[in-house]
């Protein structure tokens, strides 16, 4: 019998199966042979694919985008830099980045059309709504996405989704507070061409590199999150070959939901509903409770303090010298002291995630509460396309296709309206 393996036995018939056990993981297709399927609602402990992008050891607290520690990474890359890491697999020489950028620079515009499109929204739509419609919107203007099997295409279609995404996402801002369109800038970098096309008023802006430099970290610690909520979205829906414009957009939507990326929003809210210091330890009560969630608290993966929330802290500490304190800051402060001395949270290892503070520091730089998912979306994009690309090369993976375990009626007749 080979070591590194499993038998399983069916004590109702006394069949046994020896399953190989590989990286820790058996085919769940092995129970096959003895008419069995795996039940895992949620993937709580289902391996969807191989990945050589994003490590997570959720226990320790540590995240690596293709080895590189988040830490090094936050400190010393530029968010191009980390899409070019996360779709090459290799930090980019000087000369590599710098024609990346350039490439970035060229595809920046939108067809004007989508003008027109954003205008076709309601003045109050939700932000992340708008954004979602128009990046689906995008696949029609390029049918050449379509052609999935052809890496060059592949590699156009990536390049035109991180160059249009800032275009995009500062003109949904631009709409929702009836200011007009303001274009793409090539003489400026992305993370400063975004913040003019979302802030610039009358040809004016005034960059504040401290603020600029706090939003890139931000976006670089979103970049990607292995295989997340949205990612296996994105990975779900790019697995039946439609154009990745259309799979983006499938991970917009499940990055909108509260308990994914919509929860930096929603932490604000909960923090305007608090109000004041003196309310946490109500609030908490009502949390262990179960009447409601602590927004910004817990993880399916991390069991430890988020590594991400541990340097957005200090992020925060960057922007709050340029901007001043948010009173908000100080009830999220308290909420994390008395929430990591409690049983409650102790016992669950629920710890501050990435959202916990991101959205107070999103405010501080001037976006409204509604927008800061788009702010995640932004930096979340490389991943997804990262993985969408690591999906089609690899030959193991089919359309994704889950099974279920019927539990309605057996067959019976129709009953005709009559008799109901
Ligand atoms: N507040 C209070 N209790 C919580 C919280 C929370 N934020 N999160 C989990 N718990 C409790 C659950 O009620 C459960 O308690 P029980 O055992 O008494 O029933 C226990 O902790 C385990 O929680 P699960 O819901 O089973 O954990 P799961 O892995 O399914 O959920 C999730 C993870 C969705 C992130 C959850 O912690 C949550 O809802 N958090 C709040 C929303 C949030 O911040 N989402 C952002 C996640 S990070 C991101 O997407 C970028």
């Known amino acids: 019998m080979a070591e590194e393996s499993l038998t399983v036995r069916d004590n109702r018939t006394g069949d046994e199966v020896e399953i190989p056990i590989v990286d820790g993981t058996i085919h769940a297709t092995e129970l096959k042979k003895l008419g069995l399927m795996s039940y895992d609602p949620a993937f709580l402990n289902t391996a969807s694919t191989r990945s050589s992008i994003t490590y997570i050891d959720g226990d320790a607290g540590i995240l690596r985008y293709r080895g590189y ?14 899409v070019w890491l996360l779709f090459e697999g290799e930090l980019p020489t000087q000369a590599e980045l710098d024609a990346w950028q350039d490439e970035v620079r060229m595809h920046t515009y939108v067809h004007t059309n989508v003008e027109q499109f954003l205008d ?7 932000p992340m709504g708008m954004l979602l419609g128009a990046t689906a919107a995008l696949s029609t203007f390029y049918p050449d996405a379509k052609e999935i099997g052809d890496e060059e295409s592949r590699r156009l279609q990536k390049l035109r989704l991180v160059a249009k995404f800032p275009t995009i996402a500062a003109w949904v801002f631009r709409h929702s507070r009836g200011l007009p369109y303001v274009f793409p800038r090539n003489d400026l970098d992305y993370i400063g061409n975004f913040v003019n096309m979302t802030f610039e008023i009358g040809g004016q802006h ?21 295989q997340n909520a949205s990612t296996n979205a994105v990975r779900g829906v790019g697995s ?52 409601r969630l602590l927004m910004g608290f817990g993880h399916r993966v991390y069991k430890n303090y988020d590594p991400r929330a541990k340097l957005i802290k ?3 500490d960057d922007v709050f010298a340029q ?29 501050p995630n990435v959202d916990f503070y991101s959205g107070i520091i999103y405010r501080a730089m001037g976006y409204p509460t509604d927008y800061f998912t788009v702010l995640f979306a932004l930096g979340r994009l490389p991943g997804w396309l990262a993985q ?14 889950p099974r279920q375990v019927y539990t309605g009626y057996d067959e019976r007749d129709f009953v005709p309206m009559a008799k109901r």
């Open 69 to 82: 520690p988040i830490e090094q990474l936050a400190e010393q890359a530029s968010f191009l830099e980390i």
């Open 120 to 126: 076709g929204f309601r003045h109050d739509a939700h």
């Open 206 to 226: 005034e960059p504040n590199p401290v603020l600029q430099r706090a939003l890139e970290i931000l976006l670089i610690l979103h970049a990607d999150h292995e």
């Open 240 to 291: 039946t070959q439609v154009d990745p414009f259309s799979a983006v957009s499938a991970g917009i939507a499940a990055l909108y939901g509260p308990l994914h990326g919509g929860a930096n929003e929603q932490v604000l809210r909960m923090l305007d509903e608090i109000g004041d210091v003196k309310n946490v330890p109500a609030f908490i009560e009502g949390v262990k409770n179960h009447e």
């Open 314 to 316: 200090r992020v925060a």
């Open 323 to 351: 901007t001043g304190i948010d009173p908000k800051l100080e009830i999220a402060l308290e909420l994390e002291r008395i929430a990591l001395e409690d049983d409650y949270f102790i016992e669950r290892k629920l710890y």
């Open 388 to 401: 969408w690309e690591e999906m089609l090369s690899d030959s193991e993976q089919k359309i994704a296709r």
